[in-house]
């Protein structure tokens, strides 16, 4: 699972649907480093 792409989408749409949202970054990788970082702080509240 790509941070940036499936893992990032799936964030949305659950806090889009007022789900409380949490995704240990342990357990997320993306192909590149600043998409993952980028992803991960943006996701985050």
């Not at 893992?7 to 995704?23: E, K, L």
Request: with cysteine; charged share 15%.
């Amino acid at each position: 699972m790509t941070t940036s792409g499936c893992v990032r989408a799936t964030v949305v749409d659950a806090f889009s649907a007022n789900f409380h949202v949490v995704v240990p970054a342990e357990c997320v990788a993306d192909r590149s480093q600043i998409s993952h970082k980028r992803s991960t702080s943006s996701t985050s509240t």
